[in-house]
């Protein structure tokens, strides 16, 4: 059901007023320990000589006194470039430019620290990627100790890909007190196909075609610097965070190495410059909260994105001191309806969507349809409606202008009275083997109810040896357990993929359940991810033998074991996760201290704990106000 009013719909209302209740306590322990860091005037005003001169011992004369002085704004710049990384390797030259424009807006920029970056498409199906989870909150701490200096009255946060950017905002966050914005550097340029892309990679699964075939594919399509095309995690990341308030306007998708994307983020830094103080104050504590929580939860389901975000927007607002929960995916999920036809969604990339209207036509067609907080407080200024703009040069400036109230292209983007799908295509589903997380937004009807016989494999290079076997070769569900956060770190088990699609389209029922993850590209194939509690914490996953029958129902939200609870009950699980000695190589022994305290994927898969009231101090004062 669709609202076109001036009010936000009943179940935006009520899921919204859900979190506010069940977060009281936590949101304003929150909200006091933020309003105690505040200051009046520059943090560094409080250091004793010797901290500030530390501080600026390395500085430019000019910069120097800006900072003895005690008047001008510091910004911290936290940066995850490295050139290993397509997507980051432009955030070499942000920097500089980030100083120059802070300086002439009347503030003094330095780069505070830099936070670890893996790219989850190089360690793909590697042990390197059992890791990659575990270094949002290593991110998360780096991050911490970038900002710990009390030297910063605002800070710009450098990043694009999937683990990077939740990690800098939940690390942010502890700093609440200080105006935070995230800025990116933009997709590479359209290379070959997806649907291509998927073709040579399941010709490559089935042996029909050769690793030079399939290499030359893949640099077809990860082919410079940018962030890749597709609508995985990385920019579900940039997408949810604008709609969230935390870029400037239109900045997700504005390509690398173009004068709009340096303007951008030199704008960015006079951004933060001015809301660093003054009437203008607005701390990230104050943009992160249940509306804007809500907003990118709502983006998030109206464009297909990640389910990675199950996770991360649940660590996220935990950081915030809110509780998110899977059923308030589910119930958003419900009403939000479809809106973008984007891979592995549909044949597009984000390119497309970007040149038919991109975030902010979906954000207008949104906000009319009332499935969007406008009464939020942004990067760019009180409202929601000032990301209904998309920002253009006109002789050189920076400026914004409105975007055309249509599509400019409905077989990628489409207004929320046309909708690809009435719902945004996340369900949760639930049964004898726990709780979990389906993406049928790429999954056609037919595929979404599977009766089948299991097959259990504790690792991916199992399920390959059986695939390429020809054992699996009939209708199947796939049961990959002992990879959540506490077995191994949840790695993502995208390789999966070609194998599984082949399968389906040699006519078999196909269904994959899981413990681990699956990011945002499970595709065609029906792949329930996060089981929890997952095995390795006695889940009943752990229990499933070869031969059960398994139900999967996506549409009725059901996911069961067909044995004999007694029986289920009696087993003995045959494996489990590795243990110590086996977890090791390739830097993994020294996550192991992460490893042992992760927090179940329900609760965002942290390392932090859960949220309470304590965990943020007692509270004194509800809300940061002041003006700097």
């Not at 530390?54 to 003895?68: E, T, V, Y």
């Not at 109230?405 to 945004?424: I, K, T, W």
């Not at 699996?472 to 569900?477: A, E, G, H, Q």
């Amino acid at each position: 059901m669709l609202v076109r009013s001036n009010t936000v719909h009943p179940v935006l209302a009520d899921v919204t007023a859900r979190i506010t209740e069940r977060s009281a306590r936590t949101r304003a322990a929150y909200l006091s320990r933020v309003a105690a860091a505040a200051t009046e005037g520059p943090a560094r005003s409080g250091l004793g000589c010797g901290n500030l001169a530390h501080g600026f011992a390395a500085c430019s004369p000019s910069d120097k006194l800006a900072i003895r002085g005690l008047r001008k704004p510091g910004i911290a710049i936290v940066s995850a470039y490295n050139d290993l990384l397509s997507a980051h390797q432009p955030l070499d030259e942000f920097p500089a430019w980030i100083k120059d424009a802070a300086r002439e807006a009347g503030g003094v920029a330095q780069f505070a620290g830099g936070v670890p970056a893996m790219c989850d498409g190089i360690t793909q199906g590697r042990p390197g990627m059992e890791l990659s989870l575990f270094s949002r909150d290593v991110i998360a701490m780096a991050t911490g100790v970038a900002l710990s200096h009390e030297m910063f009255d605002g800070a710009l946060l450098l990043g694009v890909c999937d683990k990077i950017v939740p990690g800098l905002l939940i690390g942010a966050l502890s700093f609440g007190h200080l105006p935070a914005i995230l800025v990116p550097a933009g997709p590479m340029t359209s290379g070959l196909p997806n649907k291509e892309k998927v073709r040579v990679r399941q010709l490559y699964a089935e042996g029909r075609a050769t690793r030079e075939d399939l290499l030359d594919a893949e640099a077809a399509s990860y082919h410079s610097p940018g962030t890749c095309t597709f609508y995985g995690t990385a920019n579900s990341n940039q997408l949810v965070v604008e709609v969230m308030g935390l870029h400037l306007p239109g900045a997700s998708f504005v390509h690398p190495g173009t004068p709009l994307r340096r303007a951008l983020t030199e704008e960015a830094a006079r951004r933060v410059v001015a809301i660093s103080r003054g009437e203008d104050y607005t701390p990230v504590a104050e943009v992160i909260d249940e509306r804007s929580v809500v907003n990118g939860l709502v983006a998030l389901l109206a464009t297909g994105g990640s389910t990675n975000h199950t996770l991360h927007l649940v660590a996220i607002a935990a950081a915030a001191g809110l509780q998110l929960t899977w059923d308030d995916f589910a119930d958003l999920s419900a009403v939000v309806p479809l809106l973008a036809n984007v891979y592995p969604n549909g044949s597009a990339d984000i390119n497309h969507f970007h040149a038919a209207g991109g975030v902010q036509f979906l954000v207008g067609t949104l906000l009319e349809a009332g499935l969007l907080h406008e009464d939020v407080r942004t990067a760019a200024g009180t409202g929601l409606h000032h990301y209904r703009r998309e920002p253009v040069l006109d002789g050189g400036a920076l400026k914004w202008r409105e975007v055309p109230a249509h599509s400019l292209d409905e077989a990628v983007l489409r207004p929320a009275d046309r909708p690809f799908a009435m719902d945004g295509g996340l369900r949760m589903v639930s049964g004898n083997l726990g709780r979990a997380v389906i993406k049928v937004s790429a999954v056609a009807p037919e595929h979404r109810v599977v009766r089948a016989p299991a097959r259990v494999f504790s690792t991916q290079a199992e399920f390959d040896r059986a695939f390429r076997a020809g054992e699996l070769d009939r209708d199947v569900v796939v049961v990959i357990r002992n990879q959540g956060p506490r077995a191994n770190g949840m790695p993502e088990l995208h390789g999966l993929t070609p194998a599984l699609g082949v399968l389906m389209d040699r006519g078999h029922r196909i269904a994959l359940v899981t413990d681990g993850r699956m990011s945002g590209a499970s595709g065609k194939i029906p792949a329930v991810i996060h089981v929890s509690p997952e095995a390795a914490a006695g889940g009943p996953l752990a229990k499933v033998a070869d031969g059960d029958l398994v139900r999967l129902d996506a549409e009725a939200g059901e996911l069961d074991v067909l044995v004999d609870p007694a029986e289920l009950a009696g087993r003995t699980p045959s494996d489990g996760p590795p243990d110590e000695a086996a977890w090791t190589g390739t830097g993994r022994e020294l996550f192991a201290a992460l490893r042992r305290s992760v927090g179940p994927a329900e609760a965002g898969a942290s390392v932090f704990g859960p949220v309470t009231p304590g965990h943020f101090g007692a509270v004194t004062e509800v809300g940061v106000g002041g003006t700097r």
